[in-house]
Structures are given as C-alpha cells and as structure tokens.
C-alpha cells in the first residue's frame, strides 16, 4: 500500500498516517492529514511546499518538539523498528540529538550566544555518549574539522557571535551530527544564508551525510536544491503529502497539478521564457479547507469528484499522486484518506 | 574592555562633578554659613572676618573647587546642628546602612531569582500561582505599610522580634555590626524584611518574564533538539541569558536600596544614614544635606560601574568589542 514498498526494506524512518491538531478556542485545526512516507538508510528525501503546508511542523513532530497547543492525533513514527511517538519525554530526549538530529533555519539563533561552540558540541556529545569531558573535545575538534572550520583548534573556544553566518551553520551542522544519528532533519538549512553559501552548506551537509551513510529529510521550499540534492521528494500541500516519489519523476513529470504547477515556477537556466508559470490564488487557512481535495479552488483540471472528497494517495508511475484525475490509471487505489 | 572601562570612570566621574556642583549651590541657596556659625550676637568685624577666613569672598569657581577638592577626601565640613565633622557622622552612620541595604539585596535578588525562575519553570502550577499573587501585593503596598505590617505581626502581637533599633553592635575598628550579637541579628530581620520585600517581588517577576522570553528563543528549541536535559537547560542555558537584563534592573535597585533606605530607617528607627537625612532636613542642616547628595550619587555611579563590567563577564558578545559590530 501506499509509498511503502518503493523504499528499501528496513527504512530507518517510516512515518505512518500521522496527523496533528491545534485544539484552539475556536475549535480543533488539523495542521497535519494522513502524512505517511519512509526514508531508507543514506537516503535523501527532499519536502517541498509553500509556507504553511505543514513541512517544518513534520519534521518538529517526529522529534517530538510539537508544543503546545498542539498534539498528535493519529499514525505511528518508527525509527529503525522503535515506535518513538508514544516512549514519553525521557525516551525522546534520547533520541534527540542522538538518534535523530535537527538543523534549524536560522544559525544565527540556533547557537546559545553565551557558550563556546566548542562547548556546545562537547555537552552533545557529553549527553548521549559515555566518553570523557577530554573525548568529547577531542571529537568537536574533530567535527569542526570535518565541516571545515578553518583553524578549528583555535575557532573551538570561540563564541558564536565570532563566526560568520554561515560558518555558524557548519558549526550547526556539527552539533547535530555530534553523536552520530542516524536521521538528520534539516528544516530550511539554508534559507537564512547568503546565496552564495547555500550551495557550499548544502554540498557540505550531503557529503557528511554520504559518508556516514546518515539519512536525511531535508525541508525546503527551494525546489533547486531539492533538484541537486534529493533522492526523493514529497510535495505538501494544506497538511498532506499531494505528492512522492523519486526526485526525478516528479521534477520531470509531476503527477499532481499542485507539483505540476510548482515546477512550472522554476527558472530554467538558458531556457527563454517569457513568463514562469504561477499557481493563482494561495493556499487555505487552517481553518477554512475545502471539502474534498484542498487543492480543488486554485486547481485549472478540478472535476466534480474532487469537491466531494479527498482523493486517496495512488500510485501512477515511479511517484504517488493524492489526485482524482489518476483514479483511473490505478486499480489499487485503496480507501486511503 | 579596558577602553570601556575608562569610558564607564569617566563618565561616572562627570556625574560627581555635577552633582558635587548641586550640592556646592545648596550652601549659597539655603542659608547664610557666617550667620549660621556666628550665632546672631556677632558684630560685623566677626562676620567679614570668618567670611574672609572661610574664602567666601573669592569667586565661586575657586570655592568650587576647594569643595571638590575636601570631597574628594571625604571633608563635607561641620555639621551647624551638631557641631561635629560631618565625616565623622557619616562614618558612624555607614555601618549601620550598608549592613541593612547589602542583607536586603542579598535577601531581594537571592530568593528573588530563586522564585522567578521557579514560577518561569513551573508557569501554570498552584504554587507559581500563589508567589505570582503575593508579589502583587509587595509591588503595590508602599514600604512604611509593610514595615508597620511586620512590626504590629512580629513585634507587637507576638513579641518575637525588636520593633526598632540595632539592638547590641560590636564594634571592629571604625565599624560596628549587629551581626555577632543575637539581639543585633533579631534586629536586622523585620527592617530588612522591610527594604528587600519591593525588590524582591520585582526581581523575580523580572526574571519570571525574561525566562519565559528566553525560553521561547531558538537556541533553547535547538538544544531540546539536541537531547540536553530539561534541568541543563533551564538552569545552564536559559538562566545565564535571563540573568543578563536582570543584572541592570537588580543592580539599579542594590543603588537605590542603600540611598533611599530612607523610609525603612525611619520606621524602625534605624540609627543609618536615612534617619540622619530626615534629621538634618528638619534642621536645613546644609552641610550634612549635601553631603548626603554626594554619598547617593557616589552609591549609584559606583553600583552603575560595577554592573557595567558584570556584563564583560556575564556576555561574551560585549568582551570582543568592536569587532561584534562588524561581524557577519
């Protein structure tokens, strides 16, 4: 069923039907629908969407760090065979920053101002790994090295007002590769930096991962980056996956008219257009989803089935498209949704 | 640093100077000295006399500068009322003041802190609740309330505690504490109760806010991220960047804890230097007047240095100076 069995056996991540809501005066909001999706060993898996989709708030809650108000509704989060989604506050922290770890968007407030780097990656280190206060120095040298710090033995005492923008998200990118995870979740790694760096940062933060053989999902709304980058790519739309399948595919031929429509808004190099396309309209809010296929109000191919319900996600080719125009092409498609 | 450090003395001693200029203005405004020390029997020989001996014939920016220049070593002169040097009285009236002010800010920012970070951690439990409920109260009753307060609870209705007085001091060279005698240490207790209970209260409702300000901040999101334990980071991370702000505010009310124990002294009849300012302000007696106004602005430009050079040690962004501003 559904995007499973494209992925190697034994993902070492497999999020199942997650769904998550804001309980609010106002009622319950659903911010995330039926998210399932896997990432095999060493695998990149690219999520794409515009502001609001739910994309950082799935990396947040397979980490555990949804605050409150809101809560996980439904579906299952497995790490490498473990359910994670239910062990309780303690059993996350361990596996944060040990199993999992996270980059945020922004270097320049991810790093405690008031603590050497240095210090920081040792006290990752010191949590998750029984070594000596000297090991773990020993080993954020190294890792500041490794992300390519210049003069690492004398940048480790510094502090991180002293490093550069993106220099600060090398040292990030070491923190959270510190104790060594098997997933690491980049949430907009390279938003906040200047667009030169991008592509040095993202470049860096694969080829660690490679060598490790480290998983990542890495969120975006850069789709050139998801491009160079990604193995895989799921694309959101209003709180689901609309879209998933192997980069290529869905770059190439997208399945869904939202992809379809988010690829037509990237410039080509050399090729002349005149004008990209644009999706009209935005997305809705929480609180105001269509009935049906949310994506129906701005959709140019929408028919009547899509405002009578959500299609379910099927698989048409390489990818998987949550959309009724497919319905057709898949004879599988299970009552997903 | 150093640079700052000079900058920060400076700027300080621009502030004596003008208050020294204040305070030098008062002998020509409230009162004539010669009448007030001849007494008004004296001939008109005396008084041009004792004018010229004084040097209030020169110009006033030579006698400026003969003022600055006794204060400078502490000299404020005669006391009119007492007729004693008034270093003299202030030095007998310091211990007494500083002991009350240090035990009260000490009391005021310890447990102030202690409380605030409590109600930051613990945001909706009953007990949160109920400090977040009392330090309204110690922020809205004024000082001689609370001090008449604890007197009529302690003192006079179940006779535990002294109402007024040091109680026995011992005296070690020029300073004398109650600290070393039961009675001087039941004495202290209610009056510094007194003084400490608004700052306190303030502190810790600045901690609790800026705790939970910093506790909304991305690093602290990020170290959760990366698996630091709860307490690590309420107390190792978000602490030491609460603790920035709340260095200014409890800094600015150690300064003005020991300059305007004024009302606190005069409750519990406190033998410092707020009770010789109410004295002397009855008396329009100048000189011990103005030195007072030196002392307060001394306190503050003293307690505003310090807490300019905590900020080196407590945040790194300020130690490497300009270069911060050029950074990324």
């Not at chain 1, 999020?15 to 309980?23: A, C, G, K, M």
């Not at chain 1, 991810?110 to 000596?132: C, K, W, Y």
Request: glycine share 10%; charged share 20%; net charge positive.
């Amino acid at each position: 069923m559904m995007a499973a069995d494209e992925t190697a056996m034994d993902p070492v991540l497999s999020v199942r039907n997650l769904s998550l809501e804001f309980v609010t005066r106002r009622g319950v909001l659903r911010a995330l629908n039926e998210i399932s999706f896997d990432i095999a060993r060493g695998e990149v898996l690219g999520v794409v969407g515009e502001s609001g989709a739910g994309k950082s708030l799935t990396g947040t809650a397979i980490i555990g760090l949804i605050d409150k108000p809101g809560r996980l509704s439904g579906g299952e989060i497995w790490l490498k065979g473990q359910r994670i989604d239910n062990i309780g506050h303690d059993g996350l922290r361990k596996i944060r920053g040990r199993r999992i770890g996270m980059i945020f968007q922004d270097p320049l407030t991810s790093l405690n101002p008031l603590f050497r780097v240095g210090d920081q990656i040792a006290e990752t280190i010191l949590t998750h790994m029984p070594v000596s206060k000297a090991e773990a120095r020993a080993r954020a040298l190294a890792l500041l090295t490794e992300v390519g710090i210049p003069a690492p033995e004398n940048r480790i005492d510094a502090y991180p007002h002293e490093f550069s923008g993106g220099m600060r998200q090398r040292v990030v990118i070491a923190l959270a590769l510190a104790a060594e995870p098997d997933l690491i979740i980049a949430d907009e790694p390279t938003t906040a930096l200047d667009v030169s760096v991008q592509a040095q940062i993202i470049t860096l933060l694969k080829r660690l991962c490679r060598t490790r053989g480290t998983s990542v999902m890495l969120i975006t709304h850069d789709m050139g980056v998801i491009a160079e980058t990604a193995d895989r790519v799921a694309v959101m739309y209003a709180g689901r996956i609309v879209e998933i399948g192997p980069v290529a595919d869905v770059i190439r031929h997208p399945k869904h008219p939202y992809a379809s429509g988010l690829m037509g808004a990237i410039p080509a190099l050399g090729a002349k257009v005149q004008r990209l396309t644009q999706i009209s309209g935005a997305m809705p809010r929480l609180n105001a989803i269509p009935p049906g296929c949310a994506f129906r109000p701005r959709c140019m191919q929408a028919i009547g089935k899509c405002a009578e319900a959500v299609p379910p996600l099927v698989r048409v080719g390489a990818t998987s498209a949550r959309c009724w125009l497919h319905e057709e092409q898949d004879e599988r498609s299970a009552a997903h949704g | 640093m150093f640079a700052f450090a000079i900058r920060s003395l400076a700027q300080g001693v621009l502030v004596l100077v003008t208050v020294a200029f204040i305070a030098f203005s008062m002998f020509r405004f409230v009162g004539d000295p010669v009448v007030n020390m001849l007494g008004q029997e004296a001939t008109q020989q005396d008084r041009q006399e004792l004018t010229e001996r004084l040097g209030l014939n020169d110009p006033w920016p030579i006698q400026f500068a003969r003022f600055l220049g006794d204060a400078a070593q502490g000299e404020f002169g005669v006391s009119y009322r007492q007729g004693r040097k008034v270093s003299d009285l202030i030095r007998e009236r310091l211990p007494a003041t500083l002991e009350l002010a240090v035990l009260s800010a000490i009391f005021a920012t310890g447990l102030g802190v202690l409380l605030g970070v409590y109600a930051a951690i613990n945001r909706t439990g009953f007990v949160s609740n109920v400090i977040m409920t009392t330090s309204l109260i110690g922020v809205s009753l004024p000082t001689f309330l609370i001090g008449i307060g604890l007197i009529y609870i302690f003192a006079v209705e179940l006779r535990w505690l002294p109402s007024f007085g040091r109680g026995e001091v011992v005296r070690l060279g020029w300073w004398s504490t109650g600290l070393l005698t039961e009675s001087g240490r039941k004495s202290l207790i209610l009056p510094v109760l007194t003084l400490g209970f608004f700052q306190l209260t303030l502190i810790m409702r600045l901690v609790r806010a800026e705790m939970l300000e910093v506790m909304r901040a991305d690093f602290i999101r990020f170290a959760r991220a990366r698996g630091i334990a709860d307490r690590s980071i309420e107390l190792r991370h978000a602490l030491r960047n609460t603790l920035i702000p709340v260095v200014t505010i409890a800094g600015l009310q150690l300064g003005s804890v020991i300059a305007f124990a004024i009302v606190t002294e005069t409750v519990f009849q406190w033998p410092g230097l707020g009770a010789l300012f109410v004295n002397a302000v009855q008396f329009a007696d100048v000189p011990v007047m103005s030195a007072y106004l030196m002392f307060v602005a001394a306190v503050f430009v003293i307690v505003n240095l310090t807490v300019d050079l905590l900020y080196f040690i407590l945040d790194p962004r300020l130690r490497s100076g300009r270069r911060v501003a050029k950074g990324h």
